[in-house]
């Protein structure tokens, strides 16, 4: 298979599994239980979350079609296995975070992801350093993740019982 068939199976095939995943419970501004949560200042408006994410998925899909178009290469197939359980971590944490209020977990899915993304980059990179390249802005924005939701959890130690609605959204600095 060439890399554009490649490329036309994986890249709608992680957005709609990325769709579907966030779409499983109400989440950013759909959900009642996240507006009433105490947030950082750095946390960005409601709307860039699905245009980064699709961007993202995007990016991921063109990494993976890069790896799985480089038949016969030595650590493609851990490459592929990296990438398949850090993506799974990617799909869980939307209704961890967001359907089970587990704010704690969340963050402990993200610093799994987190890591499990560098060493798939690492991987991707012996392989195809261009798919490595690809997997850069989504390490960067997972970071960022792992950071708000941490901060999150801070904020709201009380999150998990909160009922959603029950007190006003604050932005604190």
């Given at each position: 298979m060439s890399f554009a068939r490649?490329?036309?199976?994986?890249?709608?095939?992680?957005?709609?599994l990325g769709f579907l995943s966030g779409r499983s419970v109400p989440a950013g501004d759909d959900s009642l239980w996240y507006q009433s949560l105490a947030k950082p200042a750095l946390t960005p408006?409601?709307?860039?979350f699905p245009l980064v994410w699709a961007t993202l998925y995007v990016m991921l899909g063109?990494?993976?079609?890069?790896?799985?178009?480089?038949?016969?290469?030595?650590?493609?197939r851990l490459a592929i296995g990296l990438f398949a359980v850090q993506f799974g971590?990617?799909?869980?944490?939307?209704?961890?975070?967001?359907?089970?209020?587990r704010i704690n977990?969340?963050?402990?899915v993200l610093i799994l992801m987190l890591s499990l993304a560098i060493a798939t980059t690492v991987a991707f990179g012996r392989i195809r350093p261009r798919a490595a390249w690809l997997m850069v802005p989504y390490l960067v924005w997972i970071s960022f993740a792992g950071v708000l939701t941490w901060r999150i959890g801070q904020l709201n130690m009380d999150a998990q019982a909160l009922v959603p609605g029950a007190r006003t959204s604050q932005v604190i600095g």
């Open positions: 490649w490329a036309l199976f994986c890249v709608p095939l992680i957005l709609l408006p409601g709307w860039m063109l990494a993976l079609a890069i790896i799985l178009n480089a038949r016969g290469a030595r650590g493609r971590l990617n799909l869980a944490w939307t209704p961890l975070f967001f359907g089970a209020h977990s969340a963050t402990i």
